[in-house]
């Protein structure tokens, strides 16, 4: 008996979704653009001062989402919350904090 070539029916169900998350440096309302470099501007720092700023990331959709911020080396330079979650309809505000010593 010879065979045939037959094609082959696959029904695929797949579920997706958007997220739809901000990310503000307050007091400002405008989103940062991923795509862009952003500088933080903390001003004239002296020896033993401390000086933070605030980031804020806020989730608009329908799905909590998981957030990791990749800190760089720099020993003097503490980040409040390097990771967690972001419930639907909510906020989460990270602090940045430079005290050099």
Known sequence: ???K???ISLN???IGYTLHHSVQLPPSTTPLNDQDHHKIDL???YVNEKRSKTIMIENS???NFDFVIKKSSIK???VS???GTVKRNDKKIIE???SPL
């Open 1 to 3: 008996m010879k065979q």
């Open 5 to 7: 070539a037959r094609p």
């Open 12 to 14: 695929i169900k797949g």
């Open 43 to 45: 001003g004239k720092i």
């Open 61 to 63: 959709g329908d799905f």
């Open 76 to 78: 003097y330079l503490t």
């Open 81 to 83: 919350k390097d990771s």
């Open 96 to 98: 940045l904090t430079y």
